[in-house]
Each structure stands twice: as structure tokens, then as C-alpha cells.
């Protein structure tokens, strides 16, 4: 079946460095979403990217949806320990009306 | 967020007993789904519907069964509650197939 991956698994960083989680799906995707969820907390719907090579912002957050549909980043700039929690990238599974999730990125952060 | 919410937000069970916990949403989406938490396995999906009666599994559907009667309302029932069914458990909802889905605050669920 259609499988999202996400790497790295965990990161820790030092407040103020930089943050990228990479995903990547074994399909071409229609779209790519991505979701934060805070430690003891539930997922919230980050944003959605649809077309080859967008890139999105967010204030110190940088999306990007890959040429192919098949792969995306996010890209935190400067972290800040508003930003700890972890990090899901989910594509639609082909031919269902469902979301494939990535198993996520665990961003920790040394203030 | 505002719109969803999960009953119980915890709940203690023994071995064997059947279990329901309710997803009610006031926002009149047509998708709803319930997914499982687990460390090192994020977010799974146990069933899913796609209207009123109109359900679908998941990769983790067995020993789970659902029910949506009306649209503001999605049950998930373990039938014969296990320790491998301790987790956490999110219901979500969604306006339009596959866009950004609202998450309910969770259930954590313990089977004792």
C-alpha cells in the first residue's frame, strides 16, 4: 500500500538553530498537508501544499512540495521552544477518501 | 477545537469489557475518522466514514467496530476491550475529501 516517510524520526536542537523534517511518498501525491501536534496535545492542520514546487510560508516556517509530487520539507528558521512538539506530513491515499500519515518528526529544544 | 469533541477524555477499563467512546461535531463535515496513537507508530487509522452509514476500515480495524447514525455523531466500540487497545485515541472531521482535517482533544483509553 501507499506509504509516507518521514525522516529524521527525532531532533534536537539548540533554540536558535535551524529545523527541517523531510517527507517523502512512495505515489505522486495530489496534495501534501502537514500537521503539529504539541507534546499532550492533539494534531492541528498546519497547511496544504497542491502543486509541483510550491513553496509556502508561514512566518519562520518554510514549506515545499518537490517537482515530482512525491517528496516535501518544512523548514523552520531560528527555532524557539513555541516551536517543540512533533511534526506530520500526510498525502491522500490513492482511490479512498483518507490520509496517509508520515510516523512524524519529534522536534525537542534546548533554550 | 472548536467543533469536535471526544467523550471520555479518559478512561480506565478491564480485560474484556466492550467500550464506546464518542466523536460529536458541530461543524456538519461529511468525513469522519478515528485514528490510534502510539508511541513509535503515530497516527493509524482504525475506520473512517464518509456519511451518514457510510463507513470504511482502516489499517488497524480489527476489534473495532463504528456507527454513524447522524452526521454530528461517530461511535467507536471495542467490543472486548485488550491491553493492546491501550492508547489514545483521536477522532477527526473533514468538510472535503482528503483536506485539512480538525482533530478532536483525544480519549486516552487504558485496558487494565
Known amino acids: 500500500g501507499q506509504q509516507v516517510m518521514q525522516i529524521p524520526q527525532y531532533q534536537h536542537v539548540q533554540e536558535g538553530e535551524d529545523f527541517t523534517t523531510y517527507c517523502n511518498s512512495s505515489t505522486t501525491l495530489s496534495n501534501i498537508q502537514w500537521y503539529k501536534q504539541r507534546p499532550g496535545g492533539h494534531p492541528v492542520f498546519l497547511i496544504q501544499l497542491v502543486k509541483s514546487g510550491e513553496v509556502k510560508k508561514q512566518k519562520r516556517l518554510t514549506f515545499q512540495f518537490g517537482e515530482a509530487k512525491k517528496n516535501s520539507s518544512l523548514h523552520i528558521t531560528a527555532t524557539q521552544t513555541t516551536d517543540v512538539g512533533t511534526y506530520f506530513c500526510?498525502?491522500?491515499?490513492?482511490?479512498?477518501?483518507?490520509?496517509?500519515f508520515g510516523q512524524g518528526t519529534r522536534l525537542t529544544i534546548n533554550p | 477545537d472548536a467543533g469536535i469533541t471526544q467523550s471520555p477524555r479518559h478512561k480506565v477499563t478491564e480485560t474484556g469489557t466492550p467500550v464506546t467512546l464518542r466523536c460529536h461535531q458541530t461543524?456538519?463535515?461529511?468525513?469522519m475518522y478515528w485514528y490510534r496513537q502510539d508511541p513509535g507508530h503515530g497516527l493509524r487509522l482504525i475506520h473512517y466514514s464518509y456519511g451518514v452509514k457510510d463507513t470504511d476500515k482502516g489499517e488497524v480495524s480489527d476489534g473495532y467496530s463504528v456507527s454513524r447514525s447522524k452526521t454530528e455523531d461517530f461511535l467507536l466500540t471495542l467490543e472486548s476491550a485488550t491491553s493492546s487497545q491501550t492508547s489514545v485515541y483521536f477522532c477527526?472531521?473533514?468538510?472535503?475529501?482528503?483536506?485539512?482535517?480538525?482533530f478532536g482533544s483525544g480519549t486516552r483509553l487504558t485496558v487494565v
Open positions: 461543524e456538519n463535515h461529511r468525513y
Open positions: 477527526a472531521i473533514s468538510r472535503f475529501d482528503n483536506y485539512g482535517y480538525t
Open positions: 500526510a498525502g491522500p491515499d490513492q482511490g479512498a477518501q483518507k490520509l496517509v
